[in-house]
């Protein structure tokens, strides 16, 4: 059975993790606190640089699939070695942050055991940042590009002044290269974990994770959609039946930020047992 290594991670009882202590209006706070100016750092370049070229050229080069071959376990042992540049909530390894979701959603739907995996799993797509690509292409906030910047995105249009799509007309109209509700599937996103993730597990012939838990992977961080209610224009009907799942995950991987961490290699053992029924071997990343 693998472990999850916890060298340097602080462990507590797991009946004290709780994210009460919060108020939940105190997530996402973009405007001050002490992680502020790394944020700021990484989202400006991301939209100073995400166009439509480069989300091609990335899924050109990570469509391959040829960087690593991991199991679902090892892929999240590696995220003890990335703190997200990109959150202002907390200051913790992207693997703790797996584990705190997991048991949140776990708790609200016991009856769903492929959410509690989709919760484990969600931003197993952030290992391209140890493969070499910067966090700004890889964590944080998702939009879409090929039309106009949305001024809900983070940061908002300002942090966009130096992305050369802004001067392009072909891309900022509000439909840009887009026909009216063409549906999410049709529309390219800033390139992220989201995306990556998903391209990698339908590239896994054992995925058997039902077709709600791939969109909550593939839009959990297009917050400007899900959250604001802006790029309607773009969403279809299949796109809005699938939004209040993505908006019910949403309250376990943003609410469950803490710092306070669970015995995670207590929890190995349930998780794998449901990987080996989702998405089981190895997969190629």
């Not at 994210?19 to 100016?37: S, T, V």
């Amino acid at each position: 059975m693998t472990e999850i290594s916890t060298e340097k991670i602080p462990l507590f009882d797991p009946s004290e993790w709780r994210p009460e202590h919060k108020e939940q209006e105190l997530f996402r706070n973009y405007e001050e606190g002490a992680l502020i100016d790394r944020v700021k750092k990484t989202y400006y370049e991301m939209h100073t640089n995400q166009t439509v070229d480069f989300v091609n050229e990335k899924m050109e080069k990570w469509g391959r699939f040829n960087h690593a071959e991991l199991t679902i376990m090892e892929a999240l042992d590696k995220l003890n070695a990335l703190v997200d540049e990109s959150d202002p909530d907390v200051d913790l390894p992207n693997s703790v942050h797996a584990f705190q979701t997991a048991e949140r959603a776990r708790e609200a739907h016991p009856e769903k055991d492929w959410f509690h995996l989709v919760g484990l799993i969600h931003d197993l797509g952030k290992v391209m940042a140890l493969y070499g690509e910067p966090q700004w292409c890889v964590v944080g906030d998702t939009f879409p590009v090929g039309c106009a910047f949305s001024n809900n995105i983070v940061f908002g249009k300002e942090s966009f002044m130096d992305n050369p799509d802004t001067n392009n007309s072909a891309y900022s109209s509000e439909l840009g290269i887009y026909t009216k509700n063409c549906g999410l599937d049709n529309v390219k996103i800033s390139w992220g974990h989201d995306e990556y993730l998903y391209q990698v597990l339908k590239n896994h012939p054992g995925c058997k994770i039902p077709e709600e838990g791939m969109y909550m992977i593939r839009y959990h961080s297009l917050y400007p959609w899900h959250t604001a209610g802006d790029y309607q224009h773009l969403a279809n009907n299949k796109d809005g039946s699938m939004l209040n799942w993505i908006l019910e995950f949403n309250k376990f991987d943003l609410y469950s930020k803490s710092e306070v961490i669970p015995d995670i290699n207590s929890l190995v053992p349930y998780y794998q047992s449901l990987i080996d029924k989702y998405v089981p071997g190895v997969i190629r990343w």
